[in-house]
Nanobody, 128 residues
Framework: QVHLVESGGGLVQAGGSLRLSCAAS????????MGWFRQPPGKDREFVAT????????????VYADSVKGRFIISRDDARNTVYLQMDSLKPEDSGVYYC?????????????????WGQGTQVTISS
């Protein structure tokens, strides 16, 4: 069983930045893909970013939703069993509950069904 705990959410003005963290308990953390999803108020959960298994130092494949491309960066620190989501130039439409997820395979995926474990979520609110 993998336990995921998100942190770093909060209230930020539009144009500001937040850095989300996801601490994972999984052994051999570096072998598995991780992802970030979000759920805006009244909407379904949507893909944000994913990072594949670690290939080498600071080397993993990443994929981003078009809505966050160029503004968000996903990264992982295998020594800390932690995945990060750096969010810059935040917009009100970025608001929602952000969820960290762990996949059962090494491959970066945009599909929520490819992820076996989910964190409890952390609230992100961007004011105008």
């Amino acid at each position: 069983q993998v336990h995921l705990v998100e942190s770093g959410g909060g209230l930020v003005q539009a144009g500001g930045s937040l850095r989300l963290s996801c601490a994972a308990s999984r052994r051999t953390f570096s072998y598995y893909a991780m992802g970030w999803f979000r759920q805006p108020p009244g909407k379904d959960r949507e893909f944000v970013a994913t990072i594949g298994r670690t290939i080498g130092p600071n080397n993993s494949n990443t994929v981003y939703a078009d809505s966050v491309k160029g503004r968000f960066i996903i990264s992982r620190d295998d020594a800390r069993n932690t995945v990060y989501l750096q969010m810059d130039s935040l917009k009100p439409e970025d608001s929602g509950v952000y969820y960290c997820a762990a996949a059962g395979t090494p491959w970066a995926s945009t599909r929520s069904s490819d992820y076996d474990y989910w964190g409890q979520g952390t609230q992100v609110t961007i004011s105008s």
